[in-house]
C-alpha cells in the first residue's frame, strides 16, 4: 500500500543513475588570483545538466515543443578547492527529489579524487508565461527510469 503525500511537496527520491560531465579549466575562466573564478562554478553545473538531457535525448527543441522550460528557483553551493589552469573537473549530477512542477539536482565538481565544489540545484518547469507547469510526461517517465531504491548512489555531501 503507498502512502499519499498529503502535503504536495515533492517527494524525496534516490537516484540510481549519476550522470558524470568531464570539463578542462580555461584561462577565461580564471580571476586575478590565477584560479577560477567563483561564478564560473554555477556555469559548469548548468553545462552538465544540458548534456545530462542531451545524453538521454531531451533537447532544447524539445522543450519549445512542450511549451514549457526548466528555470532555476534557488541555488545552494559549497566552495571547497579552488581548480586551476588545465585541471580536469569531473561534475557528478543526479536527481534528488521530484514533483509536480519542481525538481532538485544535486551536483558535485571533482578533481581526480579530490570534491572541489557541491551545489543543489532547485528547479521550476515554467509554460511560455513563466508560470508554473506540470512536468512534460517525457521528462517524468525519464526521471522515474533512472530512479530507484539504492541508498548508495546519492553525492551529497556538502563538507
Known amino acids: 500500500m503507498t502512502q499519499k503525500n498529503e502535503s504536495q511537496q515533492p517527494t524525496p527520491l534516490v537516484p540510481d543513475k549519476i550522470w558524470t560531465t568531464k570539463i578542462h579549466v580555461r584561462g577565461y575562466e580564471l580571476d ?6 567563483h561564478a564560473v562554478y554555477i556555469s559548469y553545473l548548468e553545462h ?7 545524453e538521454e535525448g531531451v533537447t532544447l527543441e524539445k522543450f ?6 526548466p528555470v532555476i528557483a534557488a541555488l545552494d553551493v559549497r566552495y571547497l578547492r579552488p581548480a586551476f589552469l588545465g585541471d580536469e573537473l569531473v561534475i557528478k549530477s543526479h536527481m534528488t527529489e521530484g514533483g509536480r512542477s519542481r ?4 551536483q558535485a565538481i571533482y578533481r581526480g579524487d579530490d570534491k572541489i565544489f557541491t551545489g543543489t540545484v532547485h528547479a521550476v518547469m515554467v509554460n511560455e508565461k513563466g508560470r508554473p507547469s506540470p512536468v512534460p510526461e517525457e521528462l517524468e517517465r525519464l526521471w522515474k527510469k533512472t530512479l530507484s531504491e539504492n541508498p548508495q548512489t546519492g553525492i551529497k555531501d556538502p563538507s
Open 64 to 69: 519549445q515543443t512542450w511549451n514549457r522550460w
Open 103 to 106: 525538481f532538485t539536482f544535486e
Open 32 to 37: 586575478s588570483f590565477g584560479h577560477v573564478n
Open 48 to 54: 552538465a545538466r544540458w548534456e545530462l538531457l542531451r
